[in-house]
């Protein structure tokens, strides 16, 4: 584990190094006033409870703007912002007006926020997860406290990436990662930032769940999930087969799970029988 969190800073330090030279030669040009310079990342980092998953190390992604005499230099951002904002934030920055924003996207525009003018941040934002090393629907809400997940397909273990697997070895998983996930996951960001503490069946929290659930299902409604119709089939032959938990786990007496090494989750069969959501 030491080993691949030196490889990120490291990769860190690359990408820094890159985008500098990028900067440089936009300089060098003549042309980074009418730039607008965009960094960003798609997942959080890989490891555990982290890349595939809806925990908070899971959503968090890189974001760096810049835009001479556009955007306030070396300042820093501290709301709720999702990838769907993307989209209206550069329209709005560019001076493109779109007539029907509000029902095209589903995010809004921060563009008010990088000039540090009067912003309306969003109440929550929304999180997912559908396919990724195999089927695992989840769905979730985030506010500036707290965090809400549904799982779909309970009572299994959190997803891993392979190569994590593959670095922590079978005790560190079976020790760690093979506890079944419950159907619903709440956490107080606040006073539980590394999510360790579920609390959706902690009676102080219950207005708390019911509210979120509530506003997660509108909005799983709204934005025409999928999951509306079912189980989402495979989106692509490219695309990792859809495998089931148990050609990767077994079961043990106690209610864990256990995984072999080494890993078989090479050279598996499609899963081709439609399965019914939990």
């Given at each position: ?25 936009l ?19 890989a490891f555990?409870?982290a890349?595939?998953?809806?925990y908070?190390?899971g ?42 924003a ?20 969003h ?17 979730a ?16 273990p ?14 560190m ?52 999930d ?53």
């Open positions: 584990m030491r080993e691949d969190v030196a490889c990120l800073h490291h990769y860190i330090a690359q990408a820094d190094e890159q985008l500098g030279q990028i900067w440089t030669a300089d060098e040009t003549g042309l980074t006033q009418e730039t607008l310079f965009i960094f960003t990342t798609d997942h959080g980092a555990g409870r890349k595939a998953t809806l908070d190390p959503l968090q992604i890189s974001f760096l703007a810049r835009w001479p005499g556009v955007i306030s230099p070396h300042s820093q951002i501290n709301a709720l912002l999702s990838n769907v904002d993307f989209t209206p934030t550069i329209l709005d920055l560019v001076g493109i007006s779109h007539p029907q509000e029902t095209t996207f589903h995010g809004q525009s921060f563009a008010a926020l990088l000039r540090h003018e009067r912003y309306h941040q109440r929550a934002i929304y999180a997912e997860h559908t396919y990724g090393v195999m089927y695992y629907p989840a769905r809400i985030r506010t500036e406290r707290y965090k809400y997940i549904v799982h779909f397909r309970p009572n299994q959190l997803i891993l990436e392979p190569h994590i697997i593959t670095r922590c070895g079978e005790q998983v079976n020790q760690y990662y093979s506890s079944p996930l419950p159907g619903e996951e709440l956490y107080d960001l606040q006073e539980d930032p590394h999510e360790f503490y579920n609390l959706a069946n902690n009676l102080h929290y219950g207005q708390v769940r019911r509210d979120l659930r509530s506003q997660l299902f509108t909005y799983f409604r709204q934005s025409k999928p999951l509306l119709d079912g189980p989402v089939p495979n989106p692509s032959a490219d695309h990792t087969p859809a495998r089931t938990f148990e050609r990767l786990w077994r079961r043990t007496d106690d209610g864990l799970y256990e995984i072999d090494l080494p890993p078989i989750w090479q050279n598996l069969p499609d899963q081709t029988a439609t399965e019914k959501m939990l």
